[in-house]
């Protein structure tokens, strides 16, 4: 696993969490929380969680119930999500603060994606970059209106997916969502070049070999069917997405 930031480091998470176990993240907010930026909080709080759910192998012990580990993706956000909103001066008619939050668990070869926001999750493959999220946001007069974000309810609603990475994949999340044709050519030139190349936006690339990565135990790795069969589901769904582009 080869891992580049570029931007603002409070606002890019990236964590070993255990043996081939990861977790990224992005944050873009607005407001304070306790004088400090939401998004540097919410990352702060995020890894925290993971951290406590990760003692003992218990992400592990669950990775092959995709399900339970969606779930911990869940619950560890809405914990964010009733931290920020206990923190701030939002309440029901006015938010003071909140941020988007685009988080990836990876275990082996599997991602766990959540998001939330205008961050956003691209993948790459075989040159093609295909988006992973949609934006919750809408233009107003000429600014950026959150439909949802982390910590302006006491309620978090969270799009999740999960997908299979293959040899040459590159899982990029972005502070912020490519809305142009310009948008895209420099995050194509990031991904060649690195993303200091163009730009400093908040951005993490993650590189994926798999003949490099660690294995897992005998105990803990799935059925080679079950492994072929999940790629190959990832790689459909992936040039699905790409034609409806």
Not at 8 to 29: E, I, N, Q, W
Not at 118 to 142: H, I, N, W
Request: with cysteine; charged share 20%; proline share 4%.
């Amino acid at each position: 696993m080869e891992v580049a930031v570029s931007g603002d480091r409070g606002c890019v998470l990236s964590a070993r969490l255990a043996p081939a176990t990861y977790l990224f993240a992005v944050a873009h907010g607005f407001g304070t929380i306790d004088g400090e930026p939401p998004a540097r909080v919410a990352l702060g709080r995020l890894r925290g969680e993971f951290e406590r759910r990760s003692r003992n192998d218990r992400l592990r012990r669950v990775q092959l119930r995709p399900k339970a580990v969606t779930g911990a993706l869940i619950g560890a956000l809405a914990r964010v999500n009733g931290d920020l909103y206990s923190r701030s001066a939002s309440h029901d008619d006015y938010v003071t603060s909140g941020c988007s939050v685009t988080a990836a668990l990876v275990i082996d070869a599997r991602v766990y994606l959540a998001h939330v926001g205008s961050t956003a999750a691209y993948l790459s493959r075989d040159g093609y970059v295909v988006g992973l999220t949609k934006d919750d946001a809408f233009d107003a007069d000429g600014l950026s209106v959150l439909t949802r974000a982390v910590g302006i309810e006491p309620h978090l609603e969270v799009a999740v997916c999960s997908f299979a990475l293959t040899g040459g994949d590159a899982l990029v999340l972005s502070g912020r969502r490519t809305r142009t044709s310009d948008d895209r050519r420099r995050l194509s030139e990031q991904l060649v070049w690195g993303p200091g190349h163009a730009g400093k936006d908040d951005l993490l690339i993650v590189r994926y070999d798999a003949e490099v990565e660690p294995a897992s135990s005998a105990a803990c790795a799935p059925p080679l069917w079950r492994t072929v069969l999940t790629t190959l589901a990832a790689t459909a769904a992936f040039y699905a997405a790409l034609c409806l582009q």
